[in-house]
C-alpha cells in the first residue's frame, strides 16, 4: 500500500545526492529558512471515497471551475487546491472526493442563503468553513454581531442535523497590515478591530460543535513576524500563493492532529 513514508523515500536517494552537491543550505527538519513549521504531520484517518466540501469565501474560491467536468481546473488554486494534493498523494489509496465551493465577496448570511444546494445536498463526510472577512463592515454593532454568530451557527446545525456524524472544521477570518488600502494604520486597526470580534465566536462555535479550529489569524500574525506581511498576504486580506501553503499547513497539522 502506498504510503507517504514509502513514496518520499522512493525519490529521496536520488533528489538527495544532487542538493548536497548543490550546496543546499541545512534547515531543521520540516522548517524553512523562515521558521515556519512543513508537512512533519500524522495522516489523518479518513474512510475510502470520504467526501470533503470546502466553503467560504474568495480565499476559499480562487477561481474553482465551475464545470466539474474539468478535472484540471475544478479546485481553483486556493488552499483547497494545495490540501487536496497533498492527501491525494499522501494518501492515494483513500481515494477522497474533494469539492470546493467557495464563492468570492460572500458574507456568513450568503453561505446561509445557499446552505441547502451547496452544502446540505453534497452530503459530505467533512465540512471546512473560512468566512467573516467581507462581514468586517457589517458587524459594527452588538446586533450585527449576534446576527452574525446566528447565521455561522444556523449553518453549523443544519449540517450537524443532516449528518450526525459530519466531522467540521472552522478556520478564523484573518488580516494583515499590508498593501493597499490595509497598509494605513487607520484602515488596518479597523478591520483588525472587527475581526477579534470574529474570533471567540469562531472559537466557541468550534467548542459548541466539536470541530477542528484552525487559529489562522494566529498563523499570519507569526509569519509576518518571521519575515512580513507582504510576503504572505497581498492586500491585506488575499494570501499569496505562500500565504495559501501556510493555510494547508495549518489546516492539515490541526486535522491529522484529531483524526489520526
Not at 445536498?121 to 472577512?133: A, E, H, K, T
Not at 472552522?170 to 470574529?198: H, I, M, T, W
Amino acid at each position: 500500500m502506498l504510503t507517504r513514508r514509502t513514496f518520499i523515500k522512493s525519490g529521496a536517494a536520488s533528489a538527495g545526492a544532487a542538493a548536497l552537491g548543490a550546496g543546499a543550505a541545512a534547515q531543521e527538519p520540516g522548517r524553512g529558512t523562515a521558521g515556519i513549521e512543513g508537512y512533519n504531520y500524522r495522516l489523518p484517518a479518513f474512510k475510502k471515497g470520504s467526501r470533503l466540501l470546502f466553503q467560504g469565501d474568495s480565499i476559499t474560491d480562487m477561481k474553482w471551475g465551475r464545470n466539474q467536468k474539468d478535472r484540471n481546473h475544478y479546485l481553483g488554486h486556493s488552499y483547497v487546491y494545495l490540501i487536496a494534493a497533498r492527501l491525494g498523494v499522501d494518501m492515494a489509496e483513500a481515494q477522497l472526493d474533494v469539492y470546493n465551493r467557495g464563492m468570492s465577496g460572500h458574507k456568513v448570511s450568503d453561505l446561509r442563503a445557499r446552505w441547502q444546494k451547496d452544502a446540505l445536498d453534497m452530503r459530505p463526510d467533512l465540512l471546512s468553513v473560512l468566512i467573516g472577512i467581507n462581514d468586517v463592515n457589517r458587524i459594527r454593532n452588538r446586533d450585527a454581531i449576534k446576527t452574525w454568530e446566528d447565521d455561522y451557527r444556523s449553518i453549523l446545525t443544519s449540517s450537524r442535523k443532516a449528518n450526525p456524524d459530519l466531522r467540521i472544521v472552522l478556520l478564523d477570518p484573518f488580516v494583515l497590515q499590508c498593501g493597499g488600502s490595509l497598509s494605513r494604520e487607520e484602515n488596518y486597526k479597523r478591520y483588525r478591530a472587527q475581526v477579534e470580534r470574529q474570533l471567540p465566536i469562531v472559537k466557541q462555535l468550534a467548542e459548541d460543535f466539536d470541530a477542528v479550529h484552525v487559529r489562522t489569524q494566529e498563523v499570519f500574525d507569526a509569519a509576518a513576524k518571521a519575515v512580513a506581511p507582504g510576503q504572505w498576504i497581498w492586500d491585506g486580506i488575499h494570501p499569496l500563493p505562500q500565504g495559501h501553503e501556510l493555510i494547508a499547513r495549518a489546516w492539515l497539522r490541526e486535522v491529522s492532529a484529531r483524526w489520526n
